[in-house]
């Protein structure tokens, strides 16, 4: 039987505590990288929805940040650039107010008066510019009045 030395005890000892050193540095530092690859993933794509109110109040938060805004558009300032797709109005909730630009097919319910969400980002100027518009038809869901059954 061969029985190892002390000093060949140690040796092995301290290659193996080497070993489970190098494995647990190189967890860590994958855990690290994809961690922060994740985080940067969910940064890009993360969106505020905010009502345009909360934004105009405080304008230097959201300069520049993916944002969706709700409001209303503003009865007679819907304007279309000739021969585009170019969309310029006025949007407003609770007496705060910004003008919107949007390029693009609009939805049927967009008029004066139409509630929004626009996708997009808010500009240093105060202007809004959306990549992507929602508007909501209330009629559409509104309760229809019941029917009286009154004998």
Not at 37 to 53: G, H, I, P, T, V
Not at 132 to 142: H, I, N, R
Request: hydrophobic share 35%; charged share 25%.
């Amino acid at each position: 039987m061969s029985q190892k030395s002390p000093m060949s005890q140690k040796a092995s000892m301290s290659h193996k505590t080497q070993k489970a050193v190098r494995i647990g540095a190189t967890v860590l530092v994958l855990a690290v990288a994809f961690g922060a690859l994740f985080y940067a993933s969910l940064r890009e794509n993360m969106q505020f929805y905010k009502f345009l109110d909360e934004v105009v109040a405080e304008p230097e938060t959201w300069v520049g940040q993916p944002l969706q805004v709700h409001g209303y558009v503003v009865p007679g300032t819907i304007t279309r650039k000739r021969e585009t797709l170019e969309y310029r109005f006025d949007m407003q909730r609770n007496g705060k107010r910004v003008t919107a630009y949007y390029q693009g097919h609009t939805p049927d319910a967009f008029k004066d008066e139409a509630e929004v969400v626009l996708t997009g980002e808010l500009r240093s100027d105060g202007t809004f510019h959306a990549t992507e518009m929602d508007a909501k038809c209330p009629s559409k869901y509104e309760e229809a009045p019941i029917a009286s059954t009154a004998r």
